[in-house]
């Protein structure tokens, strides 16, 4: 048993044979997309270019899909709810971007935002910009009245009126009473303010030189009154009594006669006087 078990001994003490290594796997041949794969990875593309606001230029350069169009035969009874649902897809990218534009925006102008002196000019441009508006406002209200006011004129002046005008009130007498032959003289003179020319083709026009003419009128016509004592003529020598050769002769004053006062401030309305110079 021992010879026996020696040959197995030396079987079993014998070295395992060395390990043959296997041969590398080949790599796997890469899988042509399928059309629906392509146009997932597309639309994945055109939805992260659009998020940037611009396509990339991958997507810009890559060829369109080929293959033939589909046949109108072919067409199921669900194309018409797969095209809906497609045009439900759009409408949402196009939201999407304008969103995404949206906020392009605003993360452009958020630092125009916070600075103070931005804030600043904006408020004096909305104020400055509110005046522009009134004045703009006023303006076009004043242009309007204006063209009212031209067209009023144009109508009135169509019309056929006389040259009106009106005189202004007499002015003070410039004496109480005439003291010579001709008596003061009050005047008065044109108001230039209510002057009026004449319109149309039937009246005349107004004379030249209205504005400066002037109108007079008497006033205080009576004579003024004089001093019996500053008359010193006296008329001739008459006898009180002519009958009576020892009776005495007189003159009086020689009033003339004429429209005026006399004020008596004498009493010496006659004198004696030498009878050889009596009249009578």
């Known amino acids: 048993m021992d010879a026996a078990a020696t040959p197995a001994a030396a079987v079993a003490e014998q070295p395992p044979p060395p390990a043959v290594e296997a041969p590398p796997a080949a790599p796997a041949a890469p899988t042509a997309p ?5 146009s997932v990875v597309q639309k994945s593309q055109l939805q992260g270019s659009i998020r940037d606001g611009l396509p990339s230029e991958d997507t810009l350069n890559e060829n369109t899909l080929e293959g033939e169009p589909p046949n109108p035969a072919d067409v199921g009874e669900y194309t018409g709810q797969l095209s809906d ?9 196009q939201r999407t971007a304008s969103r995404n534009a949206l906020s392009t925006w605003y993360r452009r102008i958020q630092p125009l935002i916070r600075n103070k002196r931005v804030r600043v000019f904006a408020i004096i441009n909305t104020i400055l910009t509110i005046l522009n508006l009134i004045l703009f406002i006023g303006c076009m209200v004043i242009l309007g ?9 144009n109508n009135r002046s ?25 008596p003061p003289l009050k005047t008065r003179q044109v108001n230039r303010s209510s002057i009026i020319q ?9 004379p030249k030189g209205l504005e400066s ?3 007079y009128a008497p006033c205080n016509t009576h004579r003024c009154p004089i001093k019996l004592s500053s008359v010193t003529e006296w008329t001739n020598c008459f006898k009180k009594d002519v009958t ?3 009776s005495k002769c007189y003159q009086m004053r020689n009033l003339t006669i004429g429209d005026y006062l006399v004020e008596i ?3 010496e309305l006659t004198k004696e006087c030498e009878c050889s110079l009596a009249v009578n």
């Open 265 to 267: 401030d004498t009493t």
């Open 158 to 182: 169509q019309q056929d009126k006389p040259c009106i005008f009106q005189w202004t009130e007499w002015s003070a007498c410039p004496a109480t009473c005439a003291s010579g032959d001709k």
């Open 198 to 206: 004449a319109r149309g083709n039937n009246y005349k026009p107004c």
């Open 213 to 215: 003419r002037k109108d």
């Open 85 to 93: 649902v497609s045009d439900g897809e759009d409408e949402g990218a």
């Open 145 to 153: 009245f204006l063209i009212f006011e031209a067209v009023e004129v």
């Open 34 to 38: 399928t059309p629906s794969q392509r």
């Open 244 to 246: 009576d050769a020892s």
